[in-house]
C-alpha cells in the first residue's frame, strides 16, 4: 500500500512569505505527526493530531506556524511570514493507533529553504 | 542535559563485524523506545520498538533495553556496508510526543 506522502518535497521561499507544506498520511492511521529536523539534528517534534484533533502543539517554534488535519487524513502544516531559521526539512510521520506504544512511519519530508 | 543522548560518531566497523550503538535517555518514566536508520537526505525508517526490559531480535537486529539505568541499545549483526547510515534513538515518555536523539552516524567498511 502507499506510505506516508508529502508535498512539495522542495520548497524556496522569500523570507516574509507565507508556505504550506501538505501531508497525506496512510490511509486509516489515527495518528499523525509533524516534525521539524535540521541538518545534523534529530527530528524535532512540532505537534501532534489524534484524528482531526490537535492534541499536542507544544513544539510549535512561535505562532507563525500553524497546523490542521480538518478532516482527521490530510494534514497541513503553514508557517506564516517565513524567516531563515526556518530552513529545515519538515517530516510527517503517521502512526496506526495512538498511545505510547504507536510506531511512526515517516514521509519523505519538504525541504524548506528560505532566503 | 539532552533528553534523549547519542554519540555522535562516527562509529566505524568492518564488514562483517557486529556494530553496537547506544543511547541513554532522561525520563525515567519512559515507556516506549525505538530506533529508526535515515540514510543521507532519506527519512527515517523504523528499525525496531522495544517496551520492557531485556532484549529483542529481529534479523541481524537486537535491541536492548535497560530502564534502571535508562539505557537502550541496538547491536547490528554481520554489519554490511549498505547498513551505513544515522541511526536514531527516540523515546516516548508517556505523552504524545516522542523525543529523538541527534543519532549516531555509522560507517561499515567493506
Known amino acids: 500500500g502507499a506510505g506516508v506522502s508529502q508535498s512539495p518535497r522542495y520548497k524556496v521561499a522569500k523570507r516574509g512569505q507565507d508556505v504550506a507544506l501538505r501531508c497525506d498520511p496512510i490511509s486509516g492511521h489515527v495518528s499523525l505527526f509533524w516534525y521539524q529536523q535540521a541538518l545534523g539534528q534529530g527530528p524535532e517534534f512540532l505537534t501532534y493530531f489524534q484524528n482531526e484533533a490537535q492534541l499536542d502543539k507544544s513544539g510549535l517554534p512561535s505562532d507563525r506556524f500553524f497546523a490542521e488535519r480538518p478532516e482527521g487524513s490530510v494534514s497541513t502544516l503553514k508557517i506564516q511570514r517565513t524567516q531563515q531559521e526556518d530552513s529545515a526539512v519538515y517530516l510527517c510521520?503517521?502512526?496506526?493507533?495512538?498511545?505510547?506504544?504507536?510506531?511512526?512511519?515517516f514521509g519523505p519530508g519538504t525541504r524548506l529553504t528560505v532566503l | 542535559q539532552k533528553e534523549v543522548e547519542q554519540n555522535s560518531g562516527p562509529l566505524s566497523v568492518p564488514e562483517g563485524a557486529i556494530a553496537s550503538l547506544n543511547c541513554t535517555y532522561s525520563?525515567?518514566?519512559?515507556?516506549?523506545f525505538f530506533w529508526y536508520r535515515q540514510y543521507s537526505g532519506k527519512s527515517p525508517e523504523l528499525i525496531m520498538s522495544i517496551y520492557s526490559n531485556g532484549d529483542k531480535e529481529d534479523g541481524r537486529f537486537t535491541a536492548q533495553l535497560n530502564k534502571a539505568s535508562q539505557y537502550v541499545s541496538l547491536l547490528i549483526r554481520d554489519s554490511q556496508p549498505s547498513d551505513s547510515a544515522t541511526y536514531l534513538c527516540a523515546v516516548n515518555t508517556g505523552g504524545f510526543k516522542t523525543i529523538f536523539g541527534a543519532g549516531t552516524r555509522l560507517f561499515v567498511k567493506a
Open positions: 525520563d525515567r518514566g519512559s515507556q516506549s
Open positions: 510521520a503517521s502512526s496506526l493507533t495512538a498511545g505510547v506504544y504507536n510506531e511512526q512511519f
